[in-house]
C-alpha cells in the first residue's frame, strides 16, 4: 500500500498512476476539495481559472484525457498565437521563433546582435543568479525588454533572486541544451515544427482533477489531514488529527513544502528545516472583461515598467471565452498587494490593463494563489536525503505546468513499482 499525502493534481496524477499499475493506493486530502492549484469556476457561462490557465496537448497530456474520459470536453487553441511583451509603451511581439526574432521591435537592431553573439559566451557559473546569466548572455536590454519578464513571469519571482543551478540548469538539460541556449532552442524549433496546441476543457482545467477523483473513488478520503509520519518496522505510520492512524509500505508528500516539513519534523528534522524555509510567491488574480480582440496567448509587462501587473492572459483569442482576460499581480515583487482589497486589486487591475492596451475592462472577481518561487531559498532543495520509503510528488520538487507533474508522477510511479515485493 502507497499512501499519498495531499490531494492536488500531483497527487492525484501519482495516485492515477499506481492505481493503473494495480497498485493499491490511498491519497489523504486535508481538505474538502481535490485538485490545489488547479481549480475552475464559472461566472454567467465564463469559465474563469483561478491557477493554470492552459496546457498542452502532449502526446503523454493526449494519452490521460483518453484514460479518464475526458476526449469530449477538450477545448483546443490556436497553435502559433504569439506571446506580447509591455514595453515602452506598447505591446511588442516575443521572439520565441526565428522568424520572429527577425521581425519583432521588441528588441533594437543592436540588441539581436548582442543576442547572436550568445553562442561565444561561457556557460553558468556555480553562484550566478539566472539574471546575472541573462544578462551576461544575451545583454542587458534582451533581459529586461524580454527573458526577464518571461522567465521571472513564470515563477512570479526576480530572476536576480533565482540560482541557475537550482532554478534554470535542470530546465535546460531537460530540453537538451548545453552551451547555447539561442541556438539549441532554435533548432529545437526547426526539428520540431509541429507545436502542441494548447489546451482546457469546457468546464476549465479543473475538470481534470475531478476526473481523476472520479476514477479514483473511495481511494481518495477527503477531510483527512496528516498531523506526521513516522518509520515503523519497514513500513510507515501516517498519524491523523483526531482519526486513527494508518499503515503503508510508502508515502508519498504531494502537498505543499512547509506543510511536509511539519508532516517529518520529528522524523527528518534537517530537511523539515530546509523545506519551512522554502519561499512561495502569492499572487493576485482578477478576471476582466472587455471589448478588446487583442490575439495572443497574453502579455508580461517588461522589467523597466512601473506596473503592478506581472502579465495577462488572452482567454479570449485562446479558448473563445468571450471577452475574457486574466491577470496576475504581486508575486515577489510586491507581496503585499494580495493582501488588499478585492476592489483595491482589481482597480489595479483594470487600470493598467487600459494603460496597456487602450481598451476599458471591468473585473468580474479577484481570486488568490501561491507558486513556489525557485528563489535563493531553493539552493539546496536537491540536497535533501529522505528515508528509504518517504518520497516527494510535488510541484516544489520538479518543473512547473501541468505537463511537469504528470512527467514526474510518471517517473516516481515506476520507481514505486520497482521497490514494492513482487
Known amino acids: 500500500?502507497?499512501?499519498?499525502?495531499?490531494?492536488?493534481?500531483?497527487?492525484?496524477?501519482?495516485?492515477?498512476?499506481?492505481?493503473?499499475?494495480?497498485?493499491?493506493?490511498?491519497?489523504w486530502e486535508a481538505t474538502a476539495r481535490l485538485g490545489g492549484v488547479v481549480s475552475s469556476g464559472d461566472l454567467e457561462g465564463l469559465v474563469l481559472e483561478r491557477g493554470p490557465q492552459r496546457m498542452r496537448l502532449t502526446s503523454q497530456v493526449k494519452e490521460l484525457i483518453k484514460e479518464v474520459g475526458l476526449q469530449e470536453k477538450v477545448v483546443l487553441g490556436p497553435t502559433h498565437l504569439p506571446l506580447l511583451v509591455y514595453c515602452r509603451g506598447k505591446l511588442r511581439e516575443a521572439p520565441l521563433t526565428l522568424s520572429q526574432f527577425a521581425t519583432t521591435d521588441l528588441l533594437p537592431f543592436p540588441s539581436k546582435l548582442r543576442v547572436l553573439a550568445e553562442i561565444l559566451t561561457a556557460g553558468a557559473g556555480a553562484e550566478e543568479t539566472v539574471g546575472q546569466f541573462?544578462?551576461?548572455k544575451f545583454g542587458v536590454v534582451a533581459y529586461e525588454n524580454f527573458l526577464g519578464p518571461l522567465y521571472g513571469g513564470l515563477y512570479g519571482s526576480d530572476p536576480d533572486r533565482m540560482l541557475v543551478r537550482s532554478a534554470l540548469a535542470e530546465r535546460l538539460t531537460e530540453a537538451g541544451i548545453r552551451r547555447s541556449i539561442v541556438w539549441g532552442i532554435w533548432g529545437r524549433t526547426r526539428r520540431n515544427?509541429?507545436?502542441?496546441?494548447?489546451c482546457s476543457f469546457k468546464a476549465g482545467l479543473g475538470a481534470l482533477p475531478e476526473a481523476l477523483g472520479r476514477k479514483l473513488g473511495k481511494r481518495i478520503q477527503l477531510k483527512h489531514p496528516v498531523q506526521s509520519?513516522?518509520?515503523?518496522?519497514?513500513?510507515?505510520?501516517?498519524?491523523?488529527?483526531?482519526?486513527?492512524?494508518a499503515l503503508v509500505d510508502a508515502v508519498v508528500l504531494a502537498c505543499p513544502a512547509e506543510q511536509a516539513g511539519n508532516i517529518i519534523k520529528n522524523e527528518c528534522p534537517e530537511v523539515a528545516n530546509l523545506w519551512r524555509q522554502m519561499n512561495y510567491n502569492k499572487l493576485?488574480?482578477?478576471?476582466?472583461?472587455?471589448?478588446?480582440?487583442l490575439r495572443g496567448l497574453g502579455y508580461q509587462v517588461g522589467l523597466g515598467e512601473s506596473l503592478e501587473t506581472r502579465g495577462v492572459t488572452c482567454n479570449h483569442s485562446l479558448f473563445g471565452r468571450k471577452e475574457l482576460y486574466t491577470a496576475f499581480l504581486g508575486g515577489m515583487k510586491n507581496p503585499q498587494?494580495?493582501?488588499?482589497?478585492d476592489e483595491e486589486i482589481a482597480s489595479i487591475a483594470t487600470s493598467e490593463f487600459e494603460k496597456i492596451t487602450g481598451s476599458k475592462a471591468f473585473s468580474l472577481g479577484v481570486s488568490r494563489t501561491q507558486i513556489p518561487a525557485w528563489d535563493l531559498s531553493w539552493k539546496d532543495h536537491n540536497k535533501a536525503q529522505l528515508p528509504e520509503g518517504l518520497f516527494v510528488c510535488s510541484n516544489?520538487?520538479?518543473r512547473p505546468g501541468?505537463?511537469?507533474?504528470?512527467?514526474q508522477a510518471t517517473l516516481l510511479s515506476k520507481k514505486l513499482r520497482s521497490l514494492l515485493p513482487k
Do not use: N
Open 1 to 27: 500500500m502507497i499512501g499519498i499525502v495531499g490531494g492536488g493534481i500531483s497527487g492525484l496524477l501519482l495516485g492515477h498512476e499506481l492505481m493503473r499499475s494495480g497498485i493499491d493506493v490511498t491519497i
Open 284 to 293: 493576485a488574480i482578477c478576471h476582466m472583461k472587455s471589448g478588446l480582440e
Open 396 to 398: 516544489y520538487a520538479g
Open 337 to 341: 498587494l494580495v493582501e488588499s482589497s
Open 134 to 136: 541573462f544578462r551576461r
Open 193 to 198: 515544427s509541429i507545436v502542441a496546441a494548447p
Open 402 to 407: 501541468i505537463q511537469g507533474r504528470i512527467q
Open 229 to 245: 509520519v513516522h518509520r515503523q518496522g519497514k513500513g510507515w505510520r501516517v498519524v491523523f488529527e483526531e482519526r486513527e492512524d
